[in-house]
């Protein structure tokens, strides 16, 4: 079936630019996750979705990033502003409960020049 | 949250048997320890997860002695195709997960 999906796959924006990130998770999926990776580093996380609600978005740096799920299945990422410092891959996950395995997309790539 | 140790890197050869050890030393009892794999411009696929002893899929083993302090992933003759990042994580009862830098894995002819 269908994995989670993340577009677009690369994303070059110039620094204080606004983006957005869209996330696909697998149909049915309640649980949605935002993690951003750097080169050589695990995945960091950001956000978390239960339905249409963030439950924990304690990993958001700064007011800069926003995430919403407004039908409690795509997601989008949005960064205002972006800073060198943001370019990065950004990772979508999903999961049918919380303490299930996650399903995760193959990332955006983002670039802030 | 318990923080988990593993090796930065391993090599092995074709048709070996490859161990990793992850140190998590301050797991909660609650604590499961769950295993994914990554692949260069891919996001990293769940492989197994266990709470003691030994648990077996159709990919790997995973041991966790009865002190729970590490555990090891096991994947059985492995081939060129497993080269990737493994990480090793430890679950707490709230379901979060903190990610290291993870184990890279280079499988040679």
């Known amino acids: 079936g269908a994995g989670v999906s993340q577009t677009p796959s690369n994303k070059v924006t110039e620094k204080g630019k606004y983006v957005e990130l869209r996330c696909d998770p697998i149909?049915?999926?309640?649980?949605l996750y935002w993690y951003r990776q750097s080169l050589g580093q695990g995945p960091e996380f950001l956000i978390y979705?239960?339905?249409?609600?963030?439950?924990?978005d304690s990993g958001l740096p700064n007011d800069r990033f926003f995430a919403v799920r407004p039908e409690g299945s795509v997601s989008t990422l949005k960064i205002q502003r972006t800073e060198r410092g943001d370019s990065a891959v950004y990772l979508c996950?999903?999961?049918?409960?919380?303490?299930?395995?996650?399903?995760f997309g193959n990332g955006t790539r983002l670039t802030v020049t | 949250l318990a923080k988990t140790t593993q090796p930065i890197s391993m090599d092995s050869y074709e048709g070996q048997e490859v161990n990793i050890t992850c140190s998590h030393n301050?797991?909660?009892?609650?604590?499961?320890i769950t295993w994914y794999q990554q692949f260069p411009s891919q996001g990293p696929r769940f492989i197994i997860q266990?709470?003691?002893?030994?648990v077996t899929n159709e990919v790997a083993s995973l041991f966790i002695p009865a002190d729970r302090k590490s555990s090891t992933l096991s994947l059985p003759r492995v081939s060129l195709s497993d080269t990737a990042v493994y990480y090793c994580?430890?679950?707490?009862?709230?379901?979060?997960?903190?990610w290291g830098a993870g184990t890279k894995l280079i499988i040679k002819p």
């Open positions: 149909s049915g999926h309640t649980a």
């Open positions: 996950a999903s999961s049918s409960d919380r303490a299930s395995p996650l399903h």
């Open positions: 979705f239960q339905g249409t609600g963030a439950a924990d």
């Open positions: 301050n797991i909660a009892t609650n604590d499961y």
């Open positions: 994580l430890a679950m707490d009862s709230n379901y979060q997960l903190i």
């Open positions: 266990g709470y003691k002893t030994k």
